[in-house]
């Protein structure tokens, strides 16, 4: 479902004392199908970006897009419902989508609140959990009494019951043990390349943005302050350092590296394997025997 | 080393539970060090902290603070003052309407003077960067941003003990070096004793020593270099091995002969470049 911010800008608490300007005057266009990354330091406004996409704010100027579907500055009646059934957003604290008497009922309560059969809802939730990697125990506990990591996967099993068309992760990895980061992140990938999702990710891990985005958009201070493919935007190191980011560890490795062997070494991708091929090709190109 | 907390025999259960979240779990921190605790999810970390300042209490056996007994209802209150926790989710920790009001919330409740107060809330809100947040409501900042206030707020207190339950896990790259940075500074020049829970190994590998936990129990203990020896044991307990150590294996693996395993990448660029430089 393509996606279409034109003018988009937010401002908390307008005509206070405590006006912020969050969003200011945001273009962005969301290809269908995509798999979009929005990185950006602390504060410079992703989660209200985002918060946008499923109606939770509407926007203080400008209009959104969700296919055919607009939300506007203006507009009297949004079309909220419709929005919500297509575009599932899994917040960034776990605790502030989770409500319900027990794991099993919170996870049920998205798809039945969209008309799904009370059978059917049960059944996804039952999937759902273990999906997300959580034993069939939980599902008669509060979602309260689960540990941090194991909420967040509640809250992704909920969202993912929905069967949203547009997936919005706000760093929904944060709290995962290293494990259960890997396996829910392939797991979002291979539901966005089976179902054809158009997923929005926004993290702090430069190496899953790397990793899993077609592009990234870089956000500074309410605004879009680079954007492109991973390769496009990595490039741009010292840009990135002025927003207080940094490239991939690959790559800051190899850069490193770079410095120290005096040698110019370039990356095609920025997994582990192939930097620990390059590095060993430098050794190579010494005439090495080392390197095969 | 001064023992600081003594950890012996514990197990706890939730009530209504059939199974324990801890079992049998002994363990000493040691004042002055930063120890790390790594471990699945649900492995019983945050419990073990909310048993440490004596806010849950052990079903079997005994848990004690620089010689106070967090079961001694008469002891608990000098627990407290040296055990300060940066909760997993700030927003269960904050009680003001704004910043400022929240970092003196906790002042007042140890009877700081009021003089000394207004200092202490300055100088933390400025060490985790959010001067210019001072009169915002916490409940409405941004989640990084929360969790900066979080760890202002026990900064101020300075308790003798400082534990951070993933306390940094929402902030960028950057942020979250500045904030370590900040709390390491504390440790180093003033002797507070570290207890960081973390899913980032990265971290982790610069602690003086580390906890594994696994189902409820301290699978293994030692410095960053013994426990991550340990390859199976990390996978097993749903952890992964830090970045340099990967890439470590991963060279080996194109033929570059490094001997020993490397974990953090200044070792690792040492360790490449002598060898290039012997070649
Ligand atoms: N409810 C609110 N009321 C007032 N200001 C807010 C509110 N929520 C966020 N802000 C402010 O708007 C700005 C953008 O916040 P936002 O939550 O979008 O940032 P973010 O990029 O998601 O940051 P993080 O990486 O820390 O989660 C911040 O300066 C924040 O303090
Ligand atoms: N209030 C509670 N009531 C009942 N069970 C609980 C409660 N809080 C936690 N548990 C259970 O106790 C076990 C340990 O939880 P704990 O929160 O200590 O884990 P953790 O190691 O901190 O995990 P995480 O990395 O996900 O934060 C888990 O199985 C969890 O489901
Ligand atoms: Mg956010
Ligand atoms: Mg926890």
Redesign the pocket.
Known sequence: MDITLTGLTHR??PKTP?E?L??DDIHLSITSGSFLAII????????????HLNGLLKPSEGTMQVGNLTLSAQGKKQPLKELRRRVGIVF?YPEHQLFDETVEKDVMFGPMNFGVSEEQARQRAHAMIELVGLPAEVLTKSPFDLSGGQMRRVAIAGVLAMEPEVLVL??PTAGLDPKGRREIMDLFYRLHKEKGLTTIL?T?SMEDAAHYADRIVV?EQ?RVYLEGTPSEVFREREMLQRASLDVPETLQFLLEWQQRSKQALTLSSFTIEDTARVIAQSFGEKGDEHAR | MKELITVRDVSFQYPNEDKEALRNLSLSVYKGEWLAIVGHNGSGKSTLTKLLNGLLLPTAGEISVEGYSTAKEDELWDVRRRVGIVFQNPDNQFVGTSVRDDVAFGLENFGVPRDEMIQRIEDSVRRVNMSA?ID??P?????????RVAIAGIIAQKPSIIILDEATS???PM?RKEVIETVKELNEKEGITVISITHDLEEAAKADRVIVMMQGEAKSQGTPREVFQNEQLLLEAGLDLPFSLKLGLALKEQGVPLKEQYITQEELVDALWTLHSQG
């Not at chain 1, 950006?40 to 970006?49: E, I």
């Not at chain 2, 409940?139 to 969790?147: C, E, I, M, N, W």
């Open positions: 908390y608490k405590f912020r969050a969003l950006g330091h602390t504060g410079s406004g992703k989660s209200t970006l985002i918060q960034q706000d760093e926004v702090h956000m309410g | 947040f915002a409501e409940h409405h900042l941004s989640g990084g941003q929360k969790q929402m902030l960028d942020g």
